[in-house]
């Protein structure tokens, strides 16, 4: 029975597709770089701030038979986020036996002089987590952090991770997030073939006895006595780092789960004017003289924009009329693309819904002199009309954002915009048609304008 076994084992072996390399892992330099953690295992888009991997060890390794060490530093773009900063450290050895070794001489280094976490989660082998919660180094900042050591046979790894500088309770780092980190880590290092490349199945068969070979004597050079120096190779150059592939729409879905930690407050103005002609009743062909918005606008969330607006519009019949009409607005925007506002150039394209108070004045010259009287007549007198209204108004803005500094940028910005208001008084901007023309007071209007934008997280 135990015969068949090995037989069938044996066979298995032989017809075995193709096999993975297995430990040890990392042991040149393309699948040692292949044992770190990569951007998509983060769970918040992250820069790589620092990069220490290479060849070689320190001292107190090497005497372990340690061939490669190395750091990656990575920091989240938010600072809000649970998983802010990730210390990423690796040491590779000969043997899963010289791992064990190193790990277990050089354990109150890896601590960094943290407590123990009591039971810490299980990944790898030889686990052991540290933590520092509250102000640990006395210098007045609360901080969250987990140091996590483990082995994968013949690799030691060294996870520290920190919570974000601006999290909100709702977000705290907990050792099952490290963990899960870790267990990625796990799985990259196992995946890490040498030269990235599998091993063919090598099939199995009677062993071959020897056939012993008698030594041939060897003649030496005639100028053998001078030895040829080796041609070193040129060392490969390094490859230059790609863009992660779906960087950006990671950081624009990131910012959609988080959403805004601070306002942005925007300060605009803008040139305003209406589309086509109009007339008043009797056929009075109305001029527009001068308009301008006032807006202070909040972005408080990735899809609301909340903003206050002032509009002032003046209308003319040449020497004989003026109407004036004035608009206090509350408008809530709708970013149909949302992008992350600390980009350094951003488009918004806003769709805009509100409501208002209208107030309206018409200044209107009654009676003029007759030159035929002889007696003077009084100078022409103006009659003041005043209407006071309420209604809505809807549209849509185009801007590019710019982001100058971290807390400052401009934003040019043009749109359209309708309003729609009922006066009291018969107030003329009320009507929608006057005597079959058009009314101005609810014409279509162009703006084009600036905004200064201020704030946003540090």
């Not at 989660?121 to 520092?132: E, L, N, Q, R, Y």
């Not at 999290?167 to 267990?183: E, Y």
């Not at 300060?267 to 009743?281: M, Q």
């Not at 394209?349 to 010259?365: K, V």
Request: with cysteine.
């Amino acid at each position: 029975m135990g015969i068949r076994i090995v037989c069938i084992f044996v066979v298995a072996l032989a017809f075995a597709g193709v096999a993975h390399a297995g430990p040890p892992w990392g042991t040149d330099d393309a699948s040692f770089q292949a044992t770190y953690l990569q951007p998509g295992d983060l769970t918040s888009v992250s820069d790589l701030s620092g990069d220490w991997a290479r060849a070689g060890c320190e001292p107190g390794a090497a005497q372990f038979g340690c061939t490669h060490w190395g750091k990656k530093l990575w920091t989240a773009k938010d600072a809000s986020v649970a998983m802010w900063q990730v210390h990423d450290l690796r040491w590779v050895f000969p043997n899963a036996d010289a791992a064990q070794r190193f790990l277990q001489s050089s354990m109150d280094e890896m601590a960094e002089g943290l407590p123990a976490v009591t039971t810490p989660p299980a990944v790898g082998a030889d686990t052991k987590m540290f933590t520092a919660q509250g102000d640990t180094y006395g210098i007045g900042i609360e901080v969250i952090m987990y140091n996590l050591v483990f082995r994968v046979d013949n690799v030691v790894v060294k996870l520290f991770v920190a919570q974000g500088p601006e999290a909100k309770q709702r977000k705290v780092l907990t050792p099952l997030m490290v963990a899960a980190l870790g267990q990625k880590a796990v799985e990259r290092i196992r995946a890490a073939e040498p030269r990235g490349v599998a091993v063919a199945p090598v099939p199995v068969s009677e062993p071959v006895p020897a056939t012993p070979v008698e030594p041939v004597p060897v003649e030496p050079a005639a100028n053998a006595a001078t030895p040829v120096e080796p041609t070193p190779e040129p060392e490969p150059e390094p490859e230059p780092r790609r863009r992660s592939s779906g960087r950006l729409a990671g950081e624009i879905k990131d910012y959609w789960r988080s959403g805004v930690s601070k306002p942005y407050i925007f300060v605009g103005g803008a040139y305003s004017r209406a589309i086509g002609s109009y007339t008043l009743p009797g056929g009075l062909k109305l001029s527009e003289k001068n308009a301008f918005d006032i807006s202070l606008g909040f972005l408080l969330h990735p899809r609301v924009y909340f903003q206050v607006m002032f509009h002032r519009d003046v209308w003319q019949v040449p020497k004989v009329e003026e109407v004036l009409v004035r608009r206090l607005e509350f408008i809530y925007g709708l970013d149909l693309l949302a992008l992350p506002p600390d980009w350094r150039v951003r488009p918004a394209l806003m769709a805009l819904l509100g409501f208002g108070f209208g107030f309206g004045r018409i200044d209107s010259l009654v009676g003029t002199p007759d030159p035929n009287e002889p007696m003077p007549m009084p100078l022409p007198q103006v009659d003041e009309g005043r209407g006071i209204g309420i209604g809505g108004i809807i549209g849509a803005d185009f801007a590019l954002h710019i982001r100058v500094t971290r807390k400052f940028e401009l934003a040019p910005y043009a749109g359209i915009t309708m309003p729609a208001y009922a006066y009291t008084n018969d107030f003329p901007a009320a009507e929608r048609h006057i005597e079959g023309e058009r009314g101005f007071g609810r014409a279509w209007r162009w703006h084009a304008g600036l905004k200064i934008g201020f704030g946003g997280p540090g």
